[in-house]
């Protein structure tokens, strides 16, 4: 069964489909001049690994009135000017490829943003839902993943506590429908893969994108 660990190699794929770029948030290679780019049209953004999970590494970058927030985990610096910022993310990264993507401010329970992961696999010529559940964030983190202490809950319960009953069944119906039209995106591009986990986020208008796609969902 074939992985794939680049997260851009996945983006790419999925960038190139009409049907599925549009619910990519923008995204690109890490370099200073990108980082600068991606901060003037966006009010935050988030750094992450190339390759790697369980929210290793992950940045969350802002602008300020008198300067740049980075936080990672529960800890946040604070940076009066760019080059300032810059110093500060190479302290902190892992030495390897980096993403910058567009931040979205993420619907959220009781005030800790919450995401959305599909599981599908493969048997035999066609995929099957495994689950869908969402993933609620630890208080004082900016990331979901389960192993930093988020919470798992029920999909379609998840939703039901943001949006009304109605609105809630026609969001998961639209990320089903997304992941089917996701799947021969990225099989055609990449053969043999057997399984795939989609990260959605909700924003604050209700607005579907995905986050990231792996091929080795926990």
């Known amino acids: 069964m074939r992985q794939l660990a680049s997260k851009w190699l996945k983006t790419k794929a999925l960038l190139h489909h009409p049907h599925t770029a549009v619910y990519i948030p923008e995204t690109c290679l890490y370099s ?6 991606m901060l003037r049209r966006h009010a935050f953004v988030f750094i992450k690994p190339v390759k790697g999970g369980g929210g290793i590494g992950v940045m969350r970058v ?50 800790r943003p919450v995401d959305y992961r599909v599981k599908v696999v493969k048997e035999g010529q066609r995929w099957d839902f495994r ?6 964030a630890r208080p004082g983190l900016v990331i979901t993943n389960l192993c930093k202490g988020g919470t798992l809950l029920k999909g379609t319960e998840a939703l ?59």
């Open 131 to 136: 689950a869908v559940v969402a993933r609620h």
């Open 160 to 218: 039901r506590m943001i949006y009304p009953r109605r609105l809630a069944i026609q969001k998961r119906r639209e990320i089903i429908q997304l992941t089917q039209r996701c799947i021969p995106v990225l099989e055609r591009r990449f053969p043999g893969i057997g399984q795939l986990g989609f990260d959605y986020g909700l924003d604050q208008s209700g607005r579907v994108w995905i986050l990231e796609v792996n091929t080795r969902p926990q």
């Open 32 to 37: 200073e001049d990108q980082l600068r780019m």
């Open 62 to 111: 802002a602008k300020e009135r008198r300067g740049y927030a980075c936080t990672r985990m529960e800890h946040t610096h604070r940076f009066s000017h760019f080059r300032a910022l810059v110093f500060g993310i190479n302290k902190l990264r892992i030495q390897r490829p980096y993403l910058i993507q567009q931040g979205i401010q993420l619907a959220s329970i009781q005030g």
